[in-house]
């Protein structure tokens, strides 16, 4: 069985998407990922709040929101913030930070690629490294731009596959299971070219430029890799899947090391540069 977006686009309802989708929300509740997104990547929500020019008032939906690495920097602004995401657990600790800071934000567990909305419901639809984790891209491009109104803004930050996230990816591909086949790779949302025939002419004035996340929070790259051992979901299931064989523990614990000593720029220190693809884009 499928469903079908007003595009056309199959979204698969089948056994297998969803046993897919339910591990897709598990690997995110692994770890502690709102750490890395507070203590690592927090100043890419403002980035991408900023460059979609958010006012208050605004109707706002953040897909694939995480624990509100972008709806809580754009509640800030005033807007009316909707935040969505498969894994509950991500949603609950981005629900009491908000709280906490007495912003007014509504959080839905969605998939992205199925979205619970009307068309054109939003004026902004924005996505911080989230939706690029959305097995099937189309479906959820077709998703992301179906529930903002004609002229409302679409603003995406996704890692690009040369940049240090996508090659932590290529890293840990040799190690991971294999993805089911029609599964295509997150960073692919970081070429211009990939976003641009998934938007395709239902958008208008698409602007992207690379930008860099300096990352200095780390001392020596093997605290970079205890970290993400420790926090990051896709690196925690990866080193599950292979936690059996202390040979290839130990090679992907040194291909890690070697990837961030690859990037280092720093001196005594360990600095790295994250490459990212920042996208605005108003629909058309």
């Not at 995480?66 to 498969?86: C, E, F, H, K, Y």
């Not at 211009?192 to 025939?197: C, G, P, S, W």
Request: glycine share 8%; hydrophobic share 45%.
């Amino acid at each position: 069985m499928s469903t079908q977006t007003s595009s056309g686009t199959a979204v698969t309802d089948t056994d297998e998407d969803r046993a897919l989708k339910a591990r897709h929300a598990a690997m995110w509740a692994l770890g502690n990922y709102p750490v890395v997104a507070s203590d690592v990547i927090a100043s890419l929500g403002p980035v991408l709040v900023e460059a979609a020019g958010l006012t208050a008032g605004q109707r706002v939906h953040d897909v694939a929101a995480g624990s509100g690495n972008v709806a809580i920097p754009a509640a800030r602004t005033g807007a009316q913030v909707t935040a969505t995401d498969l894994t509950p657990e991500l949603l609950d600790k981005g629900r009491t930070d908000a709280e906490a800071e007495g912003l007014t934000i509504t959080w839905r567990v969605a998939d992205a690629e199925a979205l619970p909305f009307d068309d054109g419901e939003y004026d902004v639809a924005l996505s911080c490294v989230g939706i690029m984790f959305a097995p099937h891209h189309q479906a959820a491009a077709d998703e992301l731009l179906r529930c903002v109104r004609p002229g409302g803004t679409i603003g995406l930050v996704s890692w690009t596959p040369e940049g240090f996230i996508g090659q932590m990816f290529a890293t840990m591909k040799p190690y991971a299971p294999a993805p089911p086949p029609e599964a295509q790779p997150p960073p692919l949302w970081g070429h211009v070219d990939h976003v641009r025939e998934l938007l395709g002419d239902r958008v208008e004035d698409l602007t992207a430029r690379q930008q860099d996340l300096v990352v200095d929070q780390f001392a020596t790259p093997e605290e970079f890799r205890d970290f993400f051992k420790a926090n990051y979901g896709p690196t925690i299931a990866v080193y599950r899947a292979i936690a059996d064989d202390p040979e290839k523990v130990a090679a992907l614990d040194r291909d890690l090391v070697a990837l961030a000593e690859r990037f280092d720029r720093g001196d005594g220190h360990t600095v790295l540069d994250w490459e990212y693809l920042l996208v605005t884009a108003r629909r058309a």
